[in-house]
């Protein structure tokens, strides 16, 4: 299982139960991105497909469950958690990726989540730019934001 603090948003997204809540931190603030979306994010959990397309994204297909949980450890209600990734070749949906990767049609690499969700990501890859030494960590952002 996985289980994950989130970048900036005081609420931890855990499948731990909330009897875990007195050893709960506060998350520290970081910088956002790389390469965060410019345009509105699709409401759905399922990254593998595009809306008004038929195929998949490339790549082997992975299930995040977790909650965002409050300092006491209880579910925040009415938390959006918004998620971005590289697609499988490592390239970003973004105009300001210069990673030579190719993209792929059926992945927008991003999506809004309301309430309880599994998200269905694929397994990102390194997003290298042309000059290899410049890498990135292979990762899924999350950003939580609380109404």
Not at 27 to 54: A, H, K
Not at 65 to 78: D, F, H, K, T, Y
């Amino acid at each position: 299982m996985m289980s994950a603090v989130l970048a900036g948003s005081g609420v931890v997204f855990s499948p731990k139960p909330a009897a875990a809540a007195a050893t709960l931190q506060r998350t520290p603030d970081q910088i956002l991105g790389p390469f965060y979306p410019l345009s509105e994010l699709p409401q759905t959990s399922d990254l593998t497909r595009v809306s008004g397309r038929s195929g998949r994204a490339e790549g082997q297909v992975l299930n995040v469950m977790g909650r965002v949980l409050n300092l006491a450890g209880e579910p925040v209600r009415n938390a959006k958690v918004e998620v971005w990734q590289a697609n499988t070749y490592g390239r970003y949906t973004h105009p300001s990726d210069p990673n030579p990767a190719p993209l792929d049609p059926n992945f927008d690499g991003s999506a809004g989540l309301t309430g309880p969700a599994v998200l269905l990501p694929t397994v990102p890859s390194s997003p290298c730019t042309i000059e290899e030494w410049i890498c990135l960590v292979v990762r899924i952002a999350f950003k939580i934001l609380l109404r």
